[in-house]
Each structure stands twice: as structure tokens, then as C-alpha cells.
């Protein structure tokens, strides 16, 4: 840590409410170094439990915090609240919940216009495709 440089503390709070990597921080930290140190120290005894910083996101005022931000670059806010210790807080979401969510993206370009995809409209008379994208049926 460089001489002068800002401290801040922090404190990250879990889905049930839990708080763990309670300490103080460099403000060059990096968002992925935090991670990896709630990742380290993520109680044992949780039903959910991240298996890489990838599966977490931290959020401070409403906003998630990128990895490669430090929280200098985040504006993590020093010294100006009361208690001085900050609480962020982390959210965890596995990859296969993530790619639940999310559309393949060959699937995005075989959507039309009004979300039907070519599978959907095999088969139909161009009469009946047309009166469908002009929202006549």
C-alpha cells in the first residue's frame, strides 16, 4: 500500500443477512481482489456459496461495481458517514442461473419482429405470416 493512500472500511453483507470480510481496504484496491477475498472467506455453512468471483456481484448505493474498477474508481465514499464502516452488498448467481436467463445468441437472430422464431412460422402460408406481423390475428 502506498504511503497516503486512503483507507476505507468495509463490511459485505450476504443473502440471509450475514456479514463477513469485515476490515479496511486500500482505496487502489480492484473489485475482483474483493471478490476473491469474500470468495476465500464465504461461510462453509451456507446453502449458497459462490465457486468463483464470477458468481458474485457487489453493490454500493445501488450500483454493481465492475470488476475491474478499483473503489477509488467506483467513488466508494470515504470518511463521510458517521459509523465510518461502509456495507456493501453481495448478491450471488451461479453461471447455470445465469445462462437460464439468458437467449443463445444464434436463437436472438431467428427471432422476427413480433418474437416468433423461424421454427414457429415453418409451414405457414405467407398469408397467414403476413397477417400475424401486421397484428391482424
Known amino acids: 500500500m502506498a504511503e497516503g493512500e486512503k483507507l ?9 443477512g450475514t456479514d463477513i470480510a469485515h476490515s479496511t481496504y486500500a482505496s487502489s484496491m480492484t473489485v475482483s481482489t474483493l471478490k476473491q477475498k469474500i470468495v476465500a472467506e464465504w461461510p462453509q455453512d451456507k446453502t449458497v456459496t459462490p465457486k468463483s468471483i464470477n458468481d458474485l456481484k457487489l453493490i454500493h448505493a445501488g450500483k454493481v461495481l465492475e470488476n475491474n474498477k478499483t473503489l477509488a474508481d467506483s467513488k466508494i465514499t470515504f470518511g463521510d458517514l458517521p459509523v465510518g464502516v461502509i456495507t456493501m452488498h453481495v448478491v450471488v448467481q451461479p453461471a ?21 422464431t423461424s421454427s414457429d412460422t415453418k409451414g405457414w402460408k405467407t ?4 397477417a400475424v406481423l401486421d397484428g391482424k390475428e
Not at 8 to 16: G, N, S, V
Open 96 to 116: 447455470i442461473a445465469k445462462n437460464k436467463t439468458e437467449k443463445s445468441q444464434e436463437e436472438m437472430q431467428k427471432l422476427n419482429s413480433c418474437g416468433l
Open 127 to 130: 398469408k397467414e405470416l403476413n
Open 8 to 16: 476505507i472500511e468495509l463490511k459485505f453483507r450476504i443473502y440471509d
